[in-house]
C-alpha cells in the first residue's frame, strides 16, 4: 500500500479536512488503490514531451484597466454564514 | 404533448395548438407524479416557471419569439440560478442560492425558454453514478434498480421521462456523454471554450464544458446555438463565430470518413454494446460513409492521466469553500483552523473528499513532478494522437462506455472500477474535442448510445452527422414504458 495512516493525516491536514481515527484506514486503502491506477503513466518515456496545461493554444485575454463592476457587497454577504458591519466573522485568530 | 421534441413543439405553439402555460402545467404535472420515483430534480419552481409560461404565451401571441420561445426545460443545478437554490449536488450547498445567473442560464432565458426546476447530479459532478449526490441517487428511467450515469444523471433521466423538453449538462469527463446513453437521449459536449463556464460551478477548469441533453440532435442544435459564443466573463471561453447549427443539419453524410480506434473495440467491452456499434458502423457505410481503423494508441492511458489532472484541479477549485464567505459552516468552531476542517469535512462527501486528498497530495511538494506534470505530458501524448487522427479522417466513432446501466450499488464502493468504465469518454476531455453520445440500439432492453468525436469546433458536423441517423432510424424516439 503506497499510503498509511500518517500519510492521510499530512494530506487531510494540507487539505484542511477533519477526518477521524475510523476513517483513516478507509482513505488509506482507497487512496492507494487510485494511486495505483495513477501508476500506468509510467509506463510511458514522456522525457522529451511538452506538458499540455491547457486543451487550446491560447493567451490571457486583456482589457483595458478600468473598474467593470459595480458594489454588491451587502448582496453577496447575503448568503454567508456570519457577518457585521460588512465584515465576514470567522474565531479569533488574534489573541 | 410530453413527447414532441423541441423543434414539434415549437411549431405547435405557434400554430397555437397549446400555450406554453398548458405545457409547463404538464410537465409539472408529471414531475410531480412520476418523479419521486426518479429523483431527477433537485428543484422544481412551478411559480417561476408558470409565470414565464405566461410571459412567453403573450410573445407568441403576437407571432413575437423564437424556436425556444415557451420552451420548458431544466439546468443541471451546477448553473448557478438568481432566485432557486445552486448545490451543485452537495451538503455544502445546500442552502446556497445564488447572487447571480449563470452565462448559460441568462442566454437561454433571453432565448425565451423557460425553467422548470434544476436537475439531480453527482456530488460537485465527481461520479458516473448519480450516486454520489446529497440527495440521494436518480434512478434510471428504462429500470429503476439501475443508475442514469453521472454526473449529468438528473438531466438525462428527466429528459428521458418526459420531465422537461431538453436539460443542460457539464462534462468533464464523460458526465453528458454516458448519462445520455445510459438513458437513450441525445448528449453534446462542445469544444472546449464554446460555450461559456461563468456561473458554472468548477470541478475541473481545463476540463468542465457545458452542453446539452435532449432527445434529438435537431433540438441539441436549437439549445447549443442559444448557449454557445464568446463570453468577457470567462477567461477561457473562445472569440469565435457561432455557426448556424439549424442550418447544417441537412448536410449528407455520403463520402463521410469514419474512424474507429483499434483500442476501443477490444477486450473490456460488453458483447451487447460491441454489438451495438457494430450495427451502427454498417449501417453509416450503408448510408454512404466510409469506415477505417485508426489508432489512439495513448488512449487507455487517459484514465490515470485524467484522474490526476481533475483531482488536482478540484483540489484547488474546492478551496473555496471554507465556512466563511458562503456555504456550510460547522458549528461552534474552535478556531479558524477547526472552522476550515470541520465545514469542509461536513459539507463534502466521501467521494468528493477522495478526490480534494488524491489532488492536494499530487500537487504537494515532491510529488508534483511524479503526477501533475507526468500526467500532462500524458495529456499531450493524447491530444497528438487525435491531431493525427483527425488528418486522416472526418469523425471518430466508437462506444461510450464500455456496458449499459448497471444497477445501483455495483460500483460505488469502489472508486477505481467506477473510474475504468470511463474509459472511452476521458481522452476527449483531455483534448478539448467537441463529442456527442446518440441513440444507437439495446443491449439486453437497456439503451445504448454511439459515440461521436469531432475535430475542434466541428459541432456543425457532429449535429448533422446525428441527425442525418435520426432520419434513418428511430432509437431516439422510444421512450422508457415508466409508469411507477
Redesign the interface.
Known sequence: ML?DRT??EK??Q??????SDPEKEG?AV??S????????????N?DR????????D?V??L?PDEPTEPD?RD??Q?????IKEGL?L????IE | MHHKTIAELAACLRRGEFTSTDLTRRYLARIECLDPHLNSYISVDPEGALAAAGRADVRLGRGEGGPLTGIPIAHKDIFCTQGIKTSCGSRMLDS??A?YNATVVERLEQAGALVLGKTNMDEFAMGSSNETSFYGPVRNPWDVRRVPGGSSGGSAAAVAARLCAAATGTDTGGSIRQPASFCGVTGIKPT??RVSRYGMIAYGS??DQGGVIARTAEDCALILQAMAGFD?RD??S??RPVPDYSAGLDTDIVGLCIGVPEEWLGTGLDPGVSAVVTAALTRFEAMGARVEQIRLP?S??C???Y??IAMSEA?SNL?RY????????CRD??????????S??EG?GTEV??R???G??AL?AGYYDA?Y?????????I?DDFRRAFEQVDVIMGPVAPTPAFPLGAKIDD??RM??GDIYTLSLN????PGMSIPAGFSADLPVGLQLIGD?WDETRLLAIAHQWQQTTDWHRTAPDFEP
Open positions: 499510503l500519510d492521510v494530506i487531510a494540507l487539505a484542511r479536512l477533519a477526518v482513505y482507497d487512496l488503490k487510485i494511486l495505483d491506477l495513477v501508476e500506468q503513466m509510467n509506463g510511458v514522456t514531451v511538452t506538458p499540455l496545461a491547457h486543451p487550446l491560447m490571457q485575454r482589457r454588491q448582496l453577496f447575503r448568503i454567508a454564514p456570519a465576514y470567522v474565531p479569533k485568530v | 446556497f442560492i447572487p472546449y471554450g481545463s476540463l468577457p477567461s477561457t473562445v472569440e495513448h487507455p492511458l484514465v490515470a492521466g484522474y490526476v483540489s478551496a471554507d465556512g466563511v464567505r458562503f456555504g456550510h459552516r468552531p474552535a478556531d479558524l483552523t477547526d472552522l476550515y476542517r470541520r469542509r469535512a463534502f473528499k477522495r480534494i486528498m488524491i492536494t497530495y504537494s503526477y506534470l507526468k500526467a500532462q505530458k500524458i495529456r499531450r501524448l491530444a472508486p477505481v473510474y475504468l483531455l483534448a478539448g474535442l475542434y
